[in-house]
């Protein structure tokens, strides 16, 4: 049976869901790799923005050299590296902002939904 308390905790722990899914919802994140000169002015060669979850948003190959089919695996190797470090970046910022929000470690909150939750995982 589910009491009044648990009824109250589980609708503050939405609450901070919604909080933090609002916040998440406005997050993009941007990798650039590599430099390259145009113009005596240094300018990143790729540019990538995903979201929050893991969703690319834009794309910039801004060195049009790379567009030389005999630069094609430069280009491969650029947009890999750009894509994990964007990667990589979204991840650290979801679980700050899960962390900041939540008060819990994004490593710790299946272990605990479970308990609160049961069936859930």
Excluded at 4 to 19: N, P, S, V
């Amino acid at each position: 049976m589910v009491s009044l308390k648990d009824l109250w905790q589980y609708k503050e722990m939405f609450t901070k869901y919604k909080q933090l899914d609002k916040k998440l919802k406005s997050l993009i994140i941007r990798a650039k790799e590599w430099k390259y000169m145009e113009d005596w002015e240094e300018k990143d060669q790729v540019v990538i923005d995903i979201s929050w979850e893991m969703k690319l948003k834009d794309l910039h190959i801004n060195d049009e050299s790379l567009l030389n089919p005999d630069r094609k695996s430069d280009l491969e190797n650029l947009l890999i590296a750009a894509i994990q470090k964007a990667q990589t970046k979204a991840q650290e910022v979801v679980a700050e902002q899960t962390k900041e929000i939540l008060w819990v470690d994004t490593n710790d909150l299946a272990g605990m939904m479970s308990g609160w939750l049961p069936g859930l995982w």
